[in-house]
């Protein structure tokens, strides 16, 4: 009896461990990309987990939010896809802390595989103080000139 309840307490634990492993990838995040030209522009990703399940949006600069579709978590790794302009692009990825590391790839030659890291926007609970903005600063102007500040006597 007494190997069973140790065989058990294992077990609990084990499990405990797998299931604070798994990454939780709820959030809002950004990445920053660069067009053929060189030019850039910033892609913002919306995800809700739901245990292995992953739904959200990808929201390009211009344009309406992209649904996600097929999205699966499996622990520190998920995939989704997204399609736009008739193209499927499916992305592997690995989250690390605040940190995705994404690998996004079609099978249209329209679009190249492309590398991409992710940062987690930090956002403020609500109740908690928010930093006040930095005063503007007005333009300055020369000092004008002053007079001494004690009079003097000609020698």
């Given amino acids: 009896m007494r190997k069973l309840l140790c065989v058990c307490a294992a ?4 499990l405990s461990a797998a299931t604070a492993m798994a990454a939780d990838v709820t959030g ?70 605040d940190t995705i590391k994404m690998t996004a790839k079609s099978d249209s030659g329209d679009f190249p595989a492309m590398e991409l890291t992710l940062t987690r926007v930090k ?4 109740g908690a103080p928010v930093a006040p903005a930095a005063p503007a600063t007005a333009p300055t102007q020369p000092a004008a000139p002053t007079a001494p500040a004690t009079p003097t006597t000609p020698n």
């Fill in 28 to 97: 809002t995040w950004i990445a920053e990309t660069k067009t053929p030209d060189g030019s850039s522009f910033q892609l913002t990703f919306t995800f809700k987990q739901d245990g292995a399940a992953l739904t959200g949006t990808v929201q390009a600069p211009q344009g309406d939010p992209l649904p996600i579709s097929n999205g699966k978590v499996d622990g520190a790794k998920f995939t989704f896809d997204d399609s736009f302009n008739g193209i499927t692009i499916h992305h592997d990825c690995t989250v690390d802390g």
């Fill in 123 to 126: 956002e403020t609970p609500p």
């Fill in 11 to 14: 077990m609990v634990m084990a």
